[in-house]
């Protein structure tokens, strides 16, 4: 079946950098997009990033852009979030889910299959 | 705040209908298809339903969508218990170039 899992997150000083990795199984991962989506303690959902499944595309939030990088390695299926001079407002749990995908004509759902999440929080 | 608008509470009596209204402007809503999730505290987002009322296999029928406009709307019918949970909108917004959320809406069954 579908797996996502999340890992890389822990506590990290403000400015400090952090990466974290996504590893996809149980569905072709090279010929869908992925996204980043992230939840501050207590608070709603945020989009963070998008790719394309051949890394054509990139999208970010406005609040990570020039920070974050997101990407993707086809041949280990996994997933990636480079995050650099973190701030105290980054702090919140990190989920990988699926992206766009289509085939014969058809699309199939973005955000239906959605990791664990893995924790970050930026503090001193 | 969020570019997406959700009323931050809900409620209703089992097997009542309720609605959780999500506004939007025309770079989103106006322009794209809207999804919608369920969660449950501790845990991932559920997407509920895509693509104009689609639902993904298992999500029961008592659960639909409908937009006018900016504004889309999540019914819930026949409210059961185990409904209890944050339901968020999502949709692409083309000026912003990336997809956006409400800031959640917390559904209590009575």
């Known amino acids: 079946q579908v797996q996502l899992v999340e890992s890389g997150g822990g506590v990290v000083q403000p400015g400090r950098s952090l990466r974290l990795s996504c590893a996809a199984s149980g569905f072709s991962f090279s010929s869908y997009g992925m996204h980043w989506v992230r939840q501050a303690p207590g608070k709603g959902l945020e989009w963070v990033a998008v790719?394309?499944?051949?890394?054509?595309?990139?999208s970010y939030v406005d609040s990570v852009k020039g920070r974050f990088t997101i990407s993707r390695d086809n041949s280990k299926n996994t997933l990636y979030l480079q995050m650099n001079s973190l701030r105290a407002e980054d702090t919140a749990v990190y989920y990988c889910?699926?992206?766009?995908?289509?085939?014969?004509?058809?699309?199939?759902?973005?955000?239906?299959?959605w990791g664990q999440g893995t924790l970050v929080t930026v503090s001193s | 705040q969020s570019v997406l608008t959700q009323p931050p509470s809900a409620s209703g009596a089992p097997g009542q209908r309720v609605t959780i209204s999500c506004s939007g402007s025309?770079?989103?809503?106006?322009?794209?298809?809207v999804n919608w999730f369920q969660q449950f505290p501790g845990t991932a987002p559920k997407l509920l339903i895509y693509?104009?009322?689609q639902r993904p296999s298992g999500v029961p029928d008592r659960f639909s969508d409908s937009k006018s406009g900016t504004s889309a709307s999540l019914a819930i019918s026949g409210l059961q218990s185990e409904d209890e949970a944050d339901y968020y909108c999502t949709t692409w917004d083309d000026s912003l170039n990336g997809w956006v959320f409400g800031g959640g809406t917390r559904l209590t069954v009575l």
């Open positions: 693509n104009n009322n």
């Open positions: 889910a699926n992206g766009r995908y289509c085939s014969g004509g058809r699309c199939y759902p973005e955000f239906d299959y």
């Open positions: 790719i394309s499944y051949d890394r054509s595309h990139i």
């Open positions: 025309s770079s989103n809503i106006g322009s794209n298809t």
